[in-house]
Each structure stands twice: as structure tokens, then as C-alpha cells.
């Protein structure tokens, strides 16, 4: 029997399924996908030999059901892509005596309010619970969830009387803790890592624009060399313990200072994974997985094939998206394009002023900024997405 690889996931993801389960299947292994989401995960592709519900945010539930269903011996590994599954599937890990990430550094990478005091040393910044902001603080302030993802209520707040309004209006659709932070201003940049448990290896960088305050959609993200200012954050990202697997790490620059926004302590989402894995020419899943197999990185260090850029097409009104294409795979010239939807014709859209409200993205690899920008807008040009 093929070695098992027990993959917990939430909500099915095409970083999941067009990424890490064939690149699973290229290793030889078979997976067992845990998840409290089953019906999302009944097509699941081969390797996948069985999907089982489970409480995967409890790692007492993960070990388990991992326990019952594995084969004599432990299983080959335990990983997840999820943001807030890293603590639940280390827990696992360790429990098993397999390689995976510091259970710690997951829950500091998660908690933002934990992350900041763990970092005050390095990098002091205001934060506090939003609903106890003293009145002497350093407006404006940005207000997010503890624990949230894909810019989900966050906003910026320029003085008290807002930051209650803004805390009201989120209050009311979310029972999350809260948090308030000082602003950082700055160029806004990812830092994408890969460590191994005996070295992190920076894979690269992209510069991100973002939509206007007080939301913060994230609009584009155009490949970069990372920038001088770099090792403050490799300083911080070492200090949190967050150094095993991928890393995918939010920062600004300002007046030669990195300040870290926030750290998802997984593979770099919203198709930028197969950009990168594209730009890069390397077998990035695999990779991935390969150390929470206990393998050593490889021992060449990946350059990148061009020039990239990764530009989400994103709903400006609410209603049900009438038309848009589908997958798209196409050369113009010398730049390779590809299109992936995240969302079908039929489907209702509310908009929400997050990262999720993007219909789809494009990817475009090329040998030069310009061209590359210049392919992308022509296909923009050339597709339609409607919203009736």
C-alpha cells in the first residue's frame, strides 16, 4: 500500500486540488482528506483513497481520526494549506512524531494580537482589543479581525467616534474578537519562504496594490527582487518560529523599515501559487510537501523565467454573474496568459469590499514588465465579465 498523506482541508481550494493532490499523486502517495466540509470534497480527485469528516480545527479530533484510519506504523505525513488549520494539523504532526510546523509559531502567525506582542521587541506596534482602544491612541487605526483572512472587515478608522461606528457595523455580522492597529504606511510587499527545518529559502517577492482606504482589496500583485529592507522581516519571521514549509508574509516599507501587516503561515493563495510555481519552473506542491516528508530542500536555489503579474478581475456591483469566460490558457507573443474563475455564471455576487469579490484572476508570465503588462490588458480587453 502507497504511503497516506492525511491533508486537512476546509472549503475545497484549487491550491488543493489542482496543486497539492496531484502533486501528491506524482509522489506516490495516497491521501486521506479530513475535513468538516465532506460534500465540498465527495469529487475529489485520485490520490484522495477516502474523505472523512472530522472537527478539523480540533486537533484532539484530527489525531483521532487520522488514529482509526491509518494503516500499521504512523502515517507519511499530516499538512494543510488552510490559515486556520496550521495549529490543528502541527498538533497532529507532533503527535505522530512527523515533521511539520512549530504548533507555537502556527498559533502566533494566526492570533494577529499574539503576533504582536511576540514581535514587540523587534517591531513595536500599537495594537489592542478594538472595543478597549485607549483614548490617547495613534490614529488612524485599522480595525480587522483577530483571526481573519482575505481582508475580510478590515478598514481603517481616523478617529474614536469611527472606530465605534465601524466596530458596531462588524459586530454585527461577526462574534470574532476584534483588533485595532496602527496604520503602517509604506510600499505594500509578500515575502514567499520555504523551510525545511534546517534552512528557509526565500522563493521570491511581489509588490501588491491595494484598493483605495478604507477597504483594502488587494488589486494586484506584480513580481519584485525583494526588496534591501528583506531581512528585518526573515528577522521577525524567525522570531515567531515561522520557518517550517511555505510562508506566505505581508509587509510594507517605509523610510528603510519592513513592518510585517500579517504572516500566513501557508502557500501564497488566489492563484498565485501556480504563477509562482510557473515563474519559477519548479514543482512548488511537491516541494512543499516533500518537507513535511522530512526530505531536504533541493539543492539549487530556483531563478526566476521572466517577468509575472497576477491581476484578479473584480465584481464592482452586486448580482448574479451573467457571463465570463472560463478557463483560459493562451500564448500572446511571447507572454504565456492563464485565467482560472472563482466564480460561475449563475452565481449570486454580494459585494463585500474583500478579496472575495474576485470573479477570477489572470496570470501572465513574460520576459518583460512591459510586455507582460500590455498581453494582460489586451486580454481584459478581449473577455467579458457581466453582472446582472
Known amino acids: 500500500m502507497a504511503a497516506s498523506l492525511y491533508l486537512a482541508a476546509g472549503k475545497a481550494t484549487d491550491s488543493v486540488t489542482h496543486g497539492f493532490l496531484p502533486a501528491a499523486g506524482r509522489l506516490g502517495l495516497d491521501v486521506v482528506l479530513l475535513t468538516d466540509r465532506p460534500a465540498e470534497h465527495a469529487d475529489a480527485p485520485a490520490p484522495v483513497r477516502a474523505v472523512v469528516e472530522c472537527d478539523v480545527s480540533d486537533f484532539r479530533d484530527v489525531i483521532d481520526r487520522i488514529d482509526r484510519t491509518a494503516a500499521p506504523g504512523t502515517p507519511a505525513g499530516v499538512f494543510s494549506n488552510s490559515d486556520f488549520l496550521q495549529a490543528p494539523a502541527a498538533l497532529a504532526a507532533a503527535y505522530f512524531g512527523l515533521p511539520g510546523k512549530d504548533w507555537r509559531a502556527a498559533a502566533r502567525a494566526k492570533n494577529k494580537a499574539l503576533a504582536r506582542r511576540h514581535l514587540a521587541h523587534l517591531d513595536p506596534v500599537f495594537s489592542a482589543d478594538a472595543r478597549a482602544v485607549p483614548a490617547d491612541a495613534p490614529y488612524p487605526l485599522v480595525v480587522k479581525p483577530r483571526e481573519g483572512v482575505a481582508s475580510e472587515d478590515v478598514l481603517l478608522v481616523r478617529d474614536a467616534a469611527e472606530l465605534r461606528a465601524r466596530v458596531a457595523e462588524i459586530g454585527a455580522r461577526r462574534a470574532d474578537p476584534l483588533v485595532a492597529e496602527e496604520y503602517l504606511p509604506g510600499t505594500l510587499h509578500t515575502l514567499e519562504t520555504l523551510g525545511d527545518g534546517h534552512e528557509v529559502r526565500v522563493l521570491g517577492s511581489f ?182
Open 207 to 388: 509588490r501588491t496594490d491595494v484598493s483605495p482606504p478604507p477597504h483594502f482589496v488587494e488589486e494586484r500583485l506584480e513580481w519584485a527582487p525583494p526588496p534591501p529592507e528583506t531581512p528585518q522581516v526573515l528577522a521577525q519571521l524567525e522570531a515567531l518560529g515561522a520557518g517550517f514549509g511555505a510562508c506566505h508574509t505581508e509587509f510594507v516599507v517605509h523610510a528603510g523599515r519592513a513592518r510585517i501587516i500579517e504572516v500566513n503561515y501557508r502557500l501564497i493563495g488566489d492563484h498565485c501559487d501556480f504563477l509562482l510555481a510557473d515563474l519559477l519552473g519548479v514543482p512548488l506542491h511537491e516541494q512543499i510537501l516533500r518537507a513535511h516528508l522530512g526530505e531536504r530542500l533541493a539543492p539549487a536555489v530556483p531563478r526566476p523565467r521572466g517577468h509575472a503579474v497576477a491581476e484578479p478581475v473584480i465584481a464592482d456591483r452586486p448580482g448574479r454573474l451573467a457571463a465570463a469566460p472560463g478557463p483560459v490558457e493562451l500564448d500572446d507573443g511571447g507572454v504565456r496568459l492563464a485565467y482560472r474563475p472563482q466564480r460561475a455564471v449563475g452565481d449570486e455576487v454580494a459585494l463585500t469590499r474583500t478579496n472575495r469579490d474576485y470573479l477570477g484572476t489572470v496570470r501572465a508570465i513574460g520576459p518583460d514588465p512591459d510586455g507582460v503588462r500590455a498581453a494582460l490588458a489586451r486580454f481584459r480587453a478581449a473577455h467579458e465579465w457581466t453582472i446582472a
